[in-house]
T-cell receptor, first 115, second 114 residues
Framework: AQSVTQLDSQVPVFEEAPVELRCNYSSSVSVYLFWYVQYPNQGLQLLLKYLSGSTLVKGINGFEAEFNKSQTSFHLRKPSVHISDTAEYFC?????????????FGGGTRVLVKP | DAGVIQSPRHEVTEMGQEVTLRCKPISGHNSLFWYRQTMMRGLELLIYFNNNVPIDDSGMPEDRFSAKMPNASFSTLKIQPSEPRDSAVYFC????????????FGPGTRLLVL
């Protein structure tokens, strides 16, 4: 079984400041890793994913994440946030043998960008 | 493309009533997923289908829940009888077989069982 821990439930940040959202996972098998964003009253949208290769992954809207296998982490970063980045962010993992079909989500991190 | 379509967007019902949630996946997608989101348990996978066939329903909470996919463009999630603890947001997502890592989520159905 897999588990995902998002260490911060809420992160307030000022506009144009950097932000880092932390994600740690536990799994006895190899996994794919994902970050999703959920804007108010909307479904989830894929920000980025790590399947293999370079451990630094770039996604949409200027976000990037780094996979650290030794620390079982997949932290999400953005160097300069906008008001429109206010949303909830979910880290997720899926066993590679399940080919990404069985996502286990973290509890989410609410990002509030202040002017 | 219209994206994944879910209906209704909001549903309020009384305990004991039957509830049916509907989903239309993106045209051409042949994998469909049902998720539930609650404050207590977060996002959980309930069931997923490949080519209209249920592959894994281990996340379905109990026999009161059932899901069908009669054709490639339509799926239902039914709760009978409904209970207050079923109150949640239910999301449907779809993906192309061979590309399960890129799922497209619908806007969700917010269910309140009184």
């Amino acid at each position: 079984a897999q588990s995902v821990t998002q260490l911060d439930s809420q992160v307030p940040v000022f506009e144009e400041a950097p932000v880092e959202l932390r994600c740690n996972y536990s799994s006895s098998v190899s996994v794919y890793l994902f970050w999703y964003v959920q804007y108010p009253n909307q479904g989830l949208q894929l920000l980025l994913k790590y399947l293999s290769g370079s451990t630094l992954v770039k996604g949409i809207n200027g976000f990037e994440a780094e996979f650290n296998k030794s620390q079982t982490s997949f932290h999400l970063r953005k160097p300069s946030v906008h008001i429109s980045d206010t949303a909830e962010y979910f880290c997720a993992v899926s066993p590679t043998r399940a080919a990404g079909n069985k996502l286990t989500f973290g509890g989410g991190t609410r990002v509030l960008v202040k002017p | 493309d219209a994206g994944v379509i879910q209906s209704p967007r909001h549903e309020v019902t009384e305990m004991g009533q039957e509830v049916t949630l509907r989903c239309k996946p993106i045209s051409g997608h042949n994998s469909l997923f049902w998720y539930r989101q609650t404050m207590m348990r977060g996002l959980e996978l309930l069931i997923y289908f490949n080519n209209n066939v249920p592959i894994d329903d281990s996340g379905m909470p109990e026999d009161r829940f059932s899901a069908k996919m009669p054709n490639a463009s339509f799926s239902t999630l039914k709760i009978q009888p409904s209970e207050p603890r079923d109150s949640a947001v239910y999301f449907c997502a779809s993906s192309l077989a061979g590309h399960p890592n890129t799922k497209y989520f619908g806007p969700g159905t917010r269910l309140l069982v009184l």
